[in-house]
């Protein structure tokens, strides 16, 4: 008798127990949090604080890093915007399209309308979803009439709404659009751009230096718009053209309202941020404030925009209830075509944290970036060094809101990224300017390639040797000792799995 008494308070606490995890896994599956990507432009591995920068304070991206997952093994999926960009809204290695490289203004989108995407797939699941700042995947479908509506664009591949400028902020044209519509074009002065030929009677760096503010290095010689040297030609539109200076505010202010006005129901905010891309222009508030020239200038900017960004979601009453992910879209440069001091003015300051290379170098500061997920109160804090790339979020999102995506090479890391396991990736193929390398475990495998290694005119080493190079990470974090030689067996089983996974 006491045997059967027994046997049904295990049988109940057995049931309690299931429902328990029925209840939590419904609980995960109906997560619908906001979610903010916060991205950054050629932000470099040693460029934060919290990633161990000393002369550069960043308290506001520190309290993400410190109040969230902080991760040491976290990659673009490239060494250029546009590939990382492309990999990070459709999970598929940019090296799959032949296209994905760095664009002219004027280029297609780049991202078929019949894809699969992040704001897509969030979307399906009852998100709004917006895009604030930097696009870089062009628009269009080859001839643009900047005049009427541009299309295809961001609100053809998934977003409800988008408030962007076209390419960078050194590539004409120098405008913001709104949901395919220059933002306030006076009809009677139409723009026109073009990147191969100039526009009669237009000054250019050229033909007018005298007009210029900010000097060119390398490229970055056509149009001038204020005061300062672009690359590509640009006629009128003289209304529509944006201030360099007030960029930060003007997306941050854009942000904000979105989040204002979206917060009643789950929103996808994917907010791209320009700084610490060329040409730096911070506002007048910040210059000077980092001893180190106009890139340390507008990367404590961009800090204080954040600061200012998560003050809203505290205000409005969500911060809790948002799963904030930072990022930047490949690794630094500091003389990325103007004379901005980058250089001369560096000091102690590794923007690189110690990674050997660069923004469009293959060695790991070309990809290897600050990575952080934060969700006040639903994160436990840690350090991971988990392998994560940004191509994961698609998958890893499209499970914490209730769905899955195949197909793609996102890889579902989602418990990595809520910091319940220290699982990342097995396997990552990184891509610098058309080059890719294989990063398993502590290893990592780049192949023989052919043309310079340095290039002068950046100063980076971008990786290329006519041997195969293979490093350990772990004991090696700045790719000093190449142990291809030395460790042929890993070399082997390195190589085949690049080849197979590049299907070669
Ligand atoms: C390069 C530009 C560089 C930058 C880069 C794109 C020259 C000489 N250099 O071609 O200044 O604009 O493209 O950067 O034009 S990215 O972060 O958007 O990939
Ligand atoms: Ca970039």
Known sequence: MKNIYSLFIILFLISCQTQKKQEKNLEKK??????????????????????GATELNTPNIDKLAEGGIKFTNGYASSATCTPSRYALLTGMYPWRNKKAKILPGTAPLLISTAQKTLPKILKKQGYQTAVVGKWHLGLGTGVVDWNQKVSPGPNEVGFDESYIMAATQDRVPTVYIQNGDVVGLDKNDPIQVDYKNNFEGEPTAITNPEMLTMKWHHGHNSSIVNGIPRIGYMKGGENAKWVDTNMADHFLEKAQDYVKSHKKNPFFLYYAMQQPHVPRTPHPRFVGTSGMGPRGDVILEADWVIGEFIKTLEEEGILENTLIVFSSDNGPVLNDGYYDDAVEKIGNHDQNGGLRGGKYSIFEAGSRVPFITYWKGKITPKVSDAIVCQMDLLSSLADLTGTSATDTDSQNLLSAFLGESEKGRENLIIEATGKTALRRGD???IPAYEGKNFREEVGIEVGNFPFEQL????????????????????LDELKAIFLKLRGE
């Open 443 to 445: 290893w990592l495998y």
């Open 30 to 51: 109906e997560s619908k949090p906001n979610i903010v990507i916060l991205y950054l432009d050629d932000l470099g591995y040693g460029d934060l604080s919290a990633y």
């Open 471 to 490: 490093y350990n990470l772990k004991d090696d974090k700045s790719q000093k000792n190449n142990l291809a030689d030395t460790h042929p067996e890993k």
